[in-house]
């Protein structure tokens, strides 16, 4: 009964997997006890119905667009000042331990960030939004990946580094790519869609549509 009610609740929010019939019910016990409390959590800060962790951080939330049943796993922090509307698309999923960062310093106002429908990214995530990301749908991706959209100018001998502020061109990744764990992406990365970033690549440049990519720095292995 309890993987039947799973199973629906599962076509419901359209997903289309068949769950393991061999996993103990006693798992799906503790998983809808779980969210239970989480999504208690949600309305109870936020007013929305939000799948929330425990020791999670938001800070101006009024800036955050949240979609359906989005989940923010524990101890995730979300810095919701930037210029544009922070947007998490339905059925997002940031895992623990990440932060979504939009203004790093008092002298840049961050661009923000927007996820789309139906991506997920696992724990200790960075997301580095100050000079903009943007996410398709459909995007998996493991854990320790991080987003750096700023580059640090550097070309003026007469000044420190970190007096000469900082430029960007934002990161770009499309629908239904699959990034490995710890891959690092940094300023004007764009991944194309229907791709694979391999774990560990240090992404720099745009990439096309259908391809695996990967190494340091990333490079095209082969198209798909």
């Not at 210029?83 to 661009?111: P, Q, R, W």
Request: charged letters at 20%.
């Amino acid at each position: 009964m309890v993987k039947r009610l799973f199973q629906i609740i599962l076509n419901k929010l359209g997903k289309n997997y068949e769950i393991d019939q061999s996993i103990p019910i006693a798992m799906f016990v503790s998983f809808f006890w779980i969210r239970f409390w989480m999504m208690f959590r949600g309305i109870l800060f936020l007013q929305k119905k939000v799948f929330l962790g425990k020791g999670v951080k938001i800070f101006n939330a009024k800036n955050i667009l949240f979609g359906k049943n989005v989940t923010i796993e524990n101890h995730v922090i979300i810095d919701g000042f930037a210029k544009n509307t922070i947007k998490l698309g339905d059925h997002v999923k940031i895992g623990a331990y990440s932060s979504i960062l939009c203004t790093s310093h008092m002298s840049k106002f961050g661009e923000g960030i927007s996820i789309g429908a139906n991506s997920a990214f696992g724990k200790y995530t960075e997301f580095g939004s100050g000079g903009g990301i943007n996410i398709g749908k459909d995007v998996i991706a493991g854990s320790f990946i991080s987003f750096h959209s700023e580059n640090h100018n550097f070309k003026d001998k007469s000044k420190l580094i970190r007096e000469q502020g900082v430029s960007n061109l934002g990161i770009e990744i499309g629908n239904n790519v699959w990034i490995g764990a710890k891959v690092t992406f940094l300023d004007g990365s764009k991944i194309g869609n229907n791709s694979v970033v391999a774990a560990g690549a240090v992404v720099s440049g745009v990439f096309p549509d259908n391809v695996l990519i990967g190494g340091v720095p990333a490079k095209i292995l082969k198209e798909l």
